[in-house]
């Protein structure tokens, strides 16, 4: 791959999988040349989140940095909650003051449950709203001052197939990703003056652990094992299968870069052609 992001720096929340799409992207955009940091949620945070010791996950979170730095590049692998917003700022302020800069947002952290609209607490809503949307919030206003300083930037949201149309059984999730479908829109609007581009990724079926969860809802409603409930559906789309996390990876480091420069406000399915329901 060409070094087409040299220079350039990222932040990526939600980044803590092995198998999730924030590493999958942290490594494509480092081997496209940016330095990165990376960032999950762990608890209270006191101080420097470059003082942060935590606990073994962190420890094991912290060793994706040489995985991304094997292409040449810097990593910062630091704790952040995004509904935080005191983490949030320090995280940007750290990320400024040791890489020189901030770009690109991929605003990656998410949360998913299962549960039927009438038996959905106000209070799950209110989890999923703060992680999903106010967490995207959060870190999009703190990094626009440092990318207006740059004179430029993009920020990815992602979104999902399902902010795109809707499924049964997970109706905090469809609500929380069309407004983030519709926050991009917005903030792409009002970002354009500053050079800033705001997207939206829409992925479908994913093998990632997240995914996992959809699979085994499937299965527990259907009657089906696992495997089965995962090819069902795969079956829904047109190329059967799911996407690898690397895959959607490569639509991130296309948005940040110049080989979109005049994209900014899109919802872009990676999807397969996987329907979304109504």
Request: aromatic share 6%.
């Amino acid at each position: 791959m060409a070094r087409s992001l040299e220079g350039k720096v990222a932040l990526i929340t939600g980044a803590r999988s092995p198998r999730g799409i924030g590493l999958a992207a942290g490594l494509k955009l480092a081997e496209a040349g940016a330095d990165v940091v990376i960032t999950s949620r762990f608890g209270p945070v006191e101080g420097s989140p470059l003082e942060f010791i935590g606990d073994e996950r962190f420890a094991t979170f912290k060793r994706f940095s040489d995985q991304v730095e094997a292409y040449g590049t810097r990593c910062l692998a630091l704790p952040m909650d995004v509904t935080d917003r005191n983490q949030v700022d320090r995280v940007v302020e750290t990320t400024v003051s040791e890489l020189g800069g901030l770009d690109i947002v991929f605003n990656n952290a998410g949360t998913a449950f299962a549960e039927t609209f009438v038996d959905t607490t106000a209070g799950q809503f209110q989890s999923a709203w703060d992680v999903n949307v106010l967490g995207t919030i959060n870190v999009s206003q703190a990094a626009i001052p440092a990318m207006i300083r740059r004179q430029g930037g993009s920020i990815i949201n992602n979104a999902s197939i399902y902010g795109l149309g809707a499924a049964a059984l997970v109706s905090a999730y469809v609500a929380t990703k069309h407004a983030i479908v519709g926050l991009t829109k917005a903030m792409a609007l009002e970002l354009g003056v500053h050079h800033i581009r705001v997207n939206a990724l829409c992925p479908g079926m994913v093998i990632t652990e997240m995914g996992d969860l959809e699979y085994q809802m499937v299965a527990d409603s259907e009657g089906t094992t696992f495997e089965e409930a995962k090819q069902l559906l795969a079956d829904q789309n047109v190329l059967k299968r799911g996407a690898e996390a690397s895959e959607i990876g490569d639509a991130v480091v296309y948005l940040a870069g110049e080989q979109s420069s005049f994209v900014s406000g899109i919802a872009m399915p990676i999807a397969a052609g996987q329907p979304v329901g109504l």
